[in-house]
């Protein structure tokens, strides 16, 4: 008897979109009690869980896999304590390598006064960060440390890349970092 019942009950219903299912009225209109097709309930919850599944997983892999990133901004270049900074804040056990920021009207930060020579290009090599909106500052490997003020391009490849847990800290004070400099 329970399964003719099941079985009425499934042929009373249609599937529906986001609702997954909808009830048709029974033919005796005596009987309100509602009916559910516990196949097409069982599919749609299979189906919430499956991509819910896939979105958190998706979502870890962003912060637990390493990748490799394109930065504008780092320092520590050729170590295994990179920082890059792009759209987001990383550290970079892989270092960073394959080209560098070439920043133009480059002068050393140690000033000879009215001697200071011509502004140089650079090739920033260890170390390239935003000073202010219009000077940046660039570490080359043979230990020159420039302020430059002029048109920069390119960027450094790094590797092995992960977003450190504390990324966002309330109350810090607002980096410039990963902002591009208006020549770019």
């Not at 529906?16 to 196949?39: H, M, Q, R, W």
């Not at 056990?93 to 920043?103: E, I, L, M, P, R």
Request: glycine share 8%.
């Amino acid at each position: 008897m329970r399964f003719k019942l099941f079985i009425q009950t499934v042929k009373t219903l249609r599937p529906l979109g986001p609702g997954c299912v909808s009830e048709i009225p029974p033919a005796d209109k005596s009987s309100t009690k509602p009916y559910l097709n516990f196949t097409m309930y069982t599919l749609c919850l299979t189906v919430f869980a499956l991509l819910s599944s896939l979105t958190l997983s998706a979502y870890a892999r962003s912060i637990d896999t390493p990748t490799v990133e394109h930065c504008y901004f780092y320092t520590g270049a050729n170590t295994t304590s990179a920082t890059c900074s792009g759209k987001s804040e990383f550290k970079c056990s892989g270092g960073c390598h394959a080209g560098f920021v070439q920043a133009e009207g480059c002068q050393p930060n140690v000033s000879n006064g009215p001697d200071s020579p011509q502004p140089t290009t650079q090739i920033c090599d260890v170390e390239f960060s935003l000073v202010t909106p219009s000077v940046t500052s660039c570490v080359t490997s043979d230990g020159g440390r420039f302020s430059c003020g002029g048109a920069t391009s390119g960027f450094t490849t790094c590797y092995d890349c992960l977003k450190p847990l504390n990324a966002y800290r309330p109350g810090a004070r607002l980096s410039m970092k990963a902002m591009r400099p208006h020549s770019w």
